[in-house]
């Protein structure tokens, strides 16, 4: 994709969705982690489903903790890897209270030294509750990016790296949304639906699919 289609690439995207938001429910920064960390490989509506339940009853460190690890995989376990994803958890929340009063950091550094936090989780929380201009690189976003030429990477790393230096900073924030949204609802992974794509003027992907 040229340099200068990039622009209106996401200025239709834009418009289309001025204020795009995550998929995952969340009202405070420590649910949108503990929603994030619990939705590695499992959809959102799945991981919604559980939080409706447990965040009502636990929704900070020390309550997810008084839970207890039994406690806690009850409320998940429709979850894809809950067992895993509740030891992560149990494991964050000590850490947050002990380090950080129960509160959630807001450097790269601090978050991904807690368990179950990876460089895609912590970008997630550094953009959506922090607003910062980081790009959290999920399947989607890698195939985007490489199917419209936007930002093209053998690595989510290297996408990553691509976008933060091709996406206009006016659209830094958001961007990563509009890119989920497109690749979850439009540009899917098995057949792209260039027919009804409103970005389709200003993607590489030849040919077009038609229907
Ligand atoms: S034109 Fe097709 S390949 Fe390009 S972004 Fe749209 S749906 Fe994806």
Not at 179 to 194: F, S, T
Request: proline residues 7%.
């Amino acid at each position: 994709m040229k340099r200068e289609l990039i622009e209106p690439f996401f200025a239709t995207l834009k418009a289309a969705n001025p204020s795009p938001q995550s998929e995952l429910e969340y009202t405070t920064v420590f649910e949108l982690l503990a929603a994030v960390l619990l939705s590695a490989q499992a959809t959102d509506v799945s991981v919604n489903k559980a939080t409706r339940k447990l965040f009502p009853v636990a929704n900070t460190p020390q309550a997810i903790l008084a839970l207890g690890q039994d406690g806690l995989e009850s409320y998940i376990k429709t979850i894809g890897l809950f067992r895993s994803k509740a030891k992560h958890l149990m494991q964050a929340c000590r850490i947050l209270v002990e380090r950080h009063g129960g509160e959630v950091p807001n450097t790269r550094e601090a978050l991904e030294a807690l368990p179950g936090v990876g460089r895609k989780t912590a970008n997630v929380v550094l953009n959506v509750a922090f607003g910062q201009p980081t790009m959290a690189v999920d399947t989607h976003i890698f195939r985007v990016s490489n199917r419209t030429g936007l930002a093209p990477g053998k690595t989510p790393l290297a996408v990553e790296l691509a976008l933060m230096q091709r996406v206009p900073p006016e659209y830094a924030v958001d961007s990563h949304h509009w890119l989920i949204l497109h690749g979850r609802y439009v540009c899917l992974a098995r057949k792209p639906q260039c027919y009804r794509c409103a970005v389709a003027a200003y993607c590489d992907f030849t040919p077009k699919t038609t229907g």
